[in-house]
T-cell receptor, first 114, second 114 residues
Framework: DAGVIQSPRHEVTEMGQEVTLRCKPI?????LFWYRQTMMRGLELLIY????????DSGMPEDRFSAKMPNASFSTLKIQPSEPRDSAVYFC????????????FGEGSRLTVL | AQSVTQLDSQVPVFEEAPVELRCNYS??????LFWYVQYPNQGLQLLLK??????LVKGINGFEAEFNKSQTSFHLRKPSVHISDTAEYFC????????????FGKGTKLTVNP
């Protein structure tokens, strides 16, 4: 299996621009998670989906952030408009089954907002 | 809500020395506990997990962890480290029967020196 695939791996953009991060989970996994990693705050859970349905989005910083999962094999995290404080590494992870199972992480999307 | 505290942000050790990375958690209900490792510019990988049963859990690469319910701890140990163990280590917790989200600590950077 190819693992969790994220794109782009690196993105540099200017403040105010729209950013879209993409994730393809492992086939057959029914849960998908978006995390943000920064030096100051560590790994923060932004949102997670079960069977394509958003379950908990309490970690989404504000209305500028939105996430969708239109089908079992694709999810997006969008930031509009982007701000310098959004600079971070964004990870997507997927899991089969319930919370006893292992999360499989993608390699991350490093976002820099100038 | 559950939370995780990793007491040391950085741990430097010499090659072949033993190491212990500390993790304490807080939760009002029973928990599942995990240790993940992150190598530079990569996503996280599962080292080991505690779900139930024996409180001593063995994982990959010679690591082990012990669940201590009375002290709400789940410390990670390795009797003899290698240069290749240099990485960041994350403790994580999820609750039994509750939310399926996985909450991570802020990580401990282990540096193994020759």
């Amino acid at each position: 299996d190819a693992g969790v695939i994220q794109s782009p791996r690196h993105e540099v953009t200017e403040m105010g621009q729209e950013v879209t991060l993409r994730c393809k989970p492992i086939s057959g996994h029914n849960s998908l998670f978006w995390y943000r990693q920064t030096m100051m705050r560590g790994l923060e859970l932004l949102i997670y989906f079960n069977n394509n349905v958003p379950i908990d989005d309490s970690g989404m910083p504000e209305d500028r952030f939105s996430a969708k999962m239109p089908n079992a094999s694709f999810s997006t995290l969008k930031i509009q408009p982007s701000e310098p404080r959004d600079s971070a590494v964004y990870f997507c992870a997927s899991r089969a089954g319930r919370n006893t199972g292992e999360l499989f992480f993608g390699e991350g999307s490093r976002l820099t907002v100038l | 809500a559950q939370s995780v505290t990793q007491l040391d942000s950085q741990v430097p050790v010499f090659e072949e020395a033993p190491v212990e990375l500390r993790c304490n958690y807080s939760s009002s209900v029973s928990v599942y506990l995990f240790w993940y490792v992150q190598y530079p510019n990569q996503g996280l990988q599962l080292l080991l997990k505690y779900l139930s049963g024996s409180t001593l859990v063995k994982g990959i690469n010679g690591f082990e962890a012990e669940f201590n319910k009375s002290q709400t701890s789940f410390h990670l140990r390795k009797p003899s480290v290698h240069i290749s163990d240099t990485a960041e280590y994350f403790c994580a917790v999820s609750t039994q029967g509750g939310s399926e989200k996985l909450v991570f600590g802020k990580g401990t950077k282990l540096t193994v020196n020759p």
